[in-house]
C-alpha cells in the first residue's frame, strides 16, 4: 500500500508539473502571435514636393502645375521629380514592405514601355524652383530603378488608384537611417526618344490633398496583390 501510494503521488505531482508546463507554453505562444500581430505598423508619406521637366521647354519649370505628366514620344519626352520626406519615421524602423500609390490615369500608343522610378542624386527641393527644369536635371539620377512598372493604358476611363510595390528596399532604409541623403525620386519612361514610341502619358493630379501621391511603408510583410497592369517586374535580376 506504501508503495502504491508514493507511486499515485508521484503520478499526480508529474500531471500537475505536467499540466503547468503544458499552460505556460501555449500561454507564451499566444504572447508571442499576439505581440507579432501587434508589431507591425503602416506609416503614410505623403508625397513633400514634385514637380515635372519637359525637354520641349528645358528651360521652363512647371512649378505649380496642377497635373504631373511623365511620357514620351520619339522626339520629346517628359518626367516627374517627386520628394518623400522619411525623417518621421522611427529612427530604429526596418523596413520590411513598401508601396508607391499614385491616383493616375495614361495611354500608350504603339510598343508599349515601362515607367520607372529612380534615386535623384543631388540636392534639387532647397533649391529655387525656377531652377527646376530640363536642362538643369536631365542627368541628375541614377541608372538603377527602384521600382517599375507598365504603363498605365486607362484612357478614356479616367484616372484611378495605382499601387506599386518596391521590389527593393536598400534605398528606402538607406533614406530611413539617413534622411539627409534622401533627394526623391525621378519618375521616368525607359527608352526615352526611341522610334517605336508613338506617344505614351501617364498623368496624375498633385495639387489635391485627397489624391497625392503617398508611400506606404511598413515594418512587417505586405502582400499586394498584383494591380490591373499585370505583375510588378523588378529590374535587380
Not at 503520478?11 to 501587434?38: D, E, P, Y
Not at 499614385?102 to 535623384?120: N, Q
Not at 529655387?128 to 536642362?135: C, V
Not at 508611400?215 to 529590374?235: E, F, H, M, R, W
Request: charged content about 15%.
Amino acid at each position: 500500500m506504501k508503495v502504491l501510494t508514493t507511486e499515485s503521488n508521484t503520478m499526480k505531482r508529474f500531471c500537475v508539473l505536467l499540466f503547468v508546463a503544458v499552460f505556460v507554453f501555449v500561454f507564451s505562444i499566444a504572447q508571442l502571435l499576439s505581440g507579432v500581430a501587434n508589431a507591425g505598423e503602416e506609416y503614410i508619406i505623403d508625397v513633400s514636393v514634385d514637380t515635372k521637366i519637359d525637354s520641349l521647354s528645358p528651360n521652363e519649370s512647371f512649378e505649380g502645375d496642377n497635373f504631373m505628366y511623365c511620357g514620351g514620344t520619339p522626339v520629346w519626352s517628359w518626367r516627374g521629380m517627386l520628394y518623400y520626406d522619411l525623417s518621421s519615421l522611427p529612427p530604429d524602423i526596418q523596413i520590411l514592405s513598401a508601396t508607391w500609390f499614385i491616383y493616375a490615369c495614361g495611354y500608350e500608343f504603339g510598343t508599349p514601355h515601362d515607367f520607372a522610378l529612380y534615386k535623384i542624386t543631388e540636392n534639387w527641393i532647397d533649391q529655387d524652383p525656377d531652377t527646376w527644369t530640363w536642362n538643369n536635371y536631365l542627368d541628375s539620377y541614377e541608372g538603377n530603378p527602384q521600382l517599375i512598372h507598365e504603363c498605365i493604358n486607362d484612357y478614356p476611363d479616367g484616372p484611378s488608384w495605382y499601387q506599386f510595390p518596391f521590389q527593393d528596399l536598400t534605398l528606402l532604409q538607406e533614406w530611413a537611417d539617413n534622411p539627409d541623403t534622401n533627394y526623391g525620386f525621378m519618375w521616368k519612361m525607359d527608352d526615352e526618344f526611341t522610334d517605336d514610341v508613338s506617344s505614351q502619358t501617364t498623368l496624375y493630379t498633385v495639387e489635391s490633398i485627397y489624391f497625392m501621391s503617398h508611400l506606404s511603408i511598413c515594418n512587417y510583410y505586405q502582400d499586394i496583390q498584383p494591380t490591373s497592369l499585370g505583375v510588378i517586374k523588378a529590374l535587380f535580376q
